[in-house]
Antibody, heavy 119, light 107 residues
């Protein structure tokens, strides 16, 4: 049974960087895609980008380009999200989502990671 | 970027009622790339409908989706207590993939 398990909650100061992890198991890692979606308090879900298991050609939402990096480690079937220059508006629940194909709907969600950015 | 607008923002309803939620896209979205999600407090979203009208695995048949091009609808034929949640639409045809702001069903 495929599973998506995310790392634990984080508290960061403004200006710091964030690194979240997402372990994807149960299916062929290299053929799958992992998306990152976040949800700030009271706000709509916001797609940040995606990467395939091979780590090739990530696609980032324009809003996050220059601040976000997504990487993969195929030996541990883990996907990472790096977000730099954090500000209070980055306080949100961050989800990773696994899809089999690039344009699939989002059937398999991680449990979410709460990130708080505060001085 | 395709912008999705849902209406209404909040809907006060009772168990047993039939409800219709709407989602309008700022430009054409192919039905194959349109989905609906249910989200309860403290939980990740759950896929309900994909391809605009197909129910995801395990989704009760009281949930149905319809629509095309720029106007899509989610209908719940008879509300159960566990259906009180936030419902969001999504297009995953054109990156950045986008979501609507959600419709909250409340008692």
């Amino acid at each position: 049974q495929a599973q998506v398990v995310q790392s634990g909650a984080e508290v960061k100061k403004p200006g710091a960087s964030l690194k979240l992890s997402c372990n994807v198991s149960g299916e062929t890692f290299s053929d799958a895609y992992t998306h990152w979606v976040r949800q700030a308090p009271g706000q709509r879900l916001e797609w940040m980008g995606l990467i395939n298991g091979g780590g090739d050609a990530p696609n980032y939402a324009p809003k996050f380009r220059g601040r976000v990096t997504m990487t993969t480690d195929s030996s541990t079937t883990t996907v990472y999200l790096d977000l730099s220059s954090l500000r209070s508006e980055d306080t949100a629940v961050y989800y990773c989502v696994k899809t089999r194909n690039y344009y699939d709907s989002f059937a398999m969600w991680g449990q979410g990671t709460v990130v708080t950015v505060s001085s | 970027e395709i912008f999705l607008t849902q209406s209404p923002a909040t809907l006060s309803v009772s168990p047993g009622e039939r409800v219709t939620l709407s989602c309008r896209a700022s430009q054409y979205v192919a039905s194959a790339y349109f989905a609906w999600y249910q989200q309860k407090p403290g939980q990740a979203p759950r896929l309900l409908i994909y391809g605009a009208s197909a129910r995801a695995s395990g989704v009760p048949d009281r949930f149905s989706g319809s629509g095309s091009e720029t106007d899509f609808t989610l209908t719940i034929s008879s509300l159960e207590p566990e259906d009180f949640a936030v419902y969001s639409c999504q297009q995953h045809e054109s990156a950045p993939f986008t979501f609507g702001q959600g419709t909250k069903l409340e008692i």
